[in-house]
């Protein structure tokens, strides 16, 4: 989405890291300042697999504004001796994801489809790889992060990578469907630079934070699709109204 509206992307993920690290620094407010960055930074990809070291290549007008959001906390953690980390996370999921990412946009159409609701789902590139965790295993490594002694910058990642075919593959098959039967190529999906591989390096967080993947990829996708099923169920049962929590 940042292709159709990269003003507003960089006003937001750019521009909206540096006003509250200004914030920061203006009120000397004694706090800790996590950074969201992106593995999407890395893009392009220098090398395989991606670490702290690898340098970035950004291919979307998101990816670009992550890169300065990155090198603005950077900057201000070594200037003015703010607490503040950069946690390079790579594609975390949970029932909680979005239909904007192609993982939830996936999991609830097989939910419809199973239903009766649905016969296709449209599609961009098959073939995009991507290193795919757990999203509260993830959100524990932030908070590590913030409970070092010092700042520092860590990329969190599974070290595995699938494809979204394999995505499809997983999903569609624990639910005891062919999705060759039901996804169609829509052209639109595609960006217009792609990223086409991605696959990190946690060794950082392992030696320094004690941290390490607990969910594999598998798992992960089941999960993923037992919730958008039971969720739909209570939808459709006009009990939806909380669906969310808990998850």
Request: a positive charge.
């Given at each position: 989405m940042s292709f159709d509206i990269p003003e507003y992307t960089g006003e937001i993920t750019a521009l909206g890291t540096i006003r509250i690290l200004e914030a920061i620094r203006e009120t000397g407010i004694d706090c800790k300042f996590y950074q969201a960055s992106s593995s999407e930074m890395y893009g392009?990809?220098?090398?395989?697999?991606?670490?702290?070291?690898?340098?970035f290549y950004p291919r979307s007008p998101y990816a670009a504004a992550k890169v300065y959001a990155y090198w603005v906390t950077v900057n201000y953690r070594e200037a003015f001796n703010i607490f503040a980390?950069?946690?390079?996370?790579?594609?975390?999921?949970?029932?909680?994801?979005?239909?904007?990412?192609?993982?939830?946009?996936?999991?609830?159409?097989?939910?419809?489809?199973?239903?009766?609701?649905?016969?296709?789902?449209?599609?961009?590139n098959l073939e995009a790889k991507r290193d795919w965790g757990y999203a509260p295993e993830y959100v524990e490594a932030m908070w590590l992060m913030l409970q070092q002694d010092e700042p520092d910058d860590y990329v969190i990642a599974t070290g595995t990578n699938h494809s979204v075919k394999d995505f499809l593959d997983e999903a569609f098959g624990y639910v005891g469907l062919d999705w060759q039967e039901h996804i169609e190529i829509d052209p639109?999906?595609?960006?217009p630079?792609?990223?086409?591989?991605?696959?990190?390096?946690?060794?950082?967080?392992?030696?320094?934070?004690?941290?390490?993947?607990?969910?594999?990829?598998?798992?992960?996708?089941?999960?993923?699709?037992?919730a958008d099923q039971g969720i739909l169920q209570l939808e459709l049962a006009g009990k939806a109204e909380s669906i969310y929590q808990g998850l």
């Open positions: 392009k990809v220098q090398e395989v697999p991606q670490s702290e070291t690898t340098p980390c950069n946690g390079i996370l790579f594609n975390h999921e949970s029932p909680r994801r979005g239909e904007t990412f192609v993982t939830g946009k996936i999991t609830r159409a097989i939910a419809r489809i199973k239903a009766g609701l649905d016969k296709k789902l449209y599609l961009g639109k999906y595609f960006r630079t792609e990223v086409d591989l991605l696959i990190g390096k946690a060794e950082k967080a392992k030696s320094k934070l004690g941290w390490f993947p607990k969910t594999d990829f598998k798992q992960l996708v089941r999960l993923m699709v037992e």
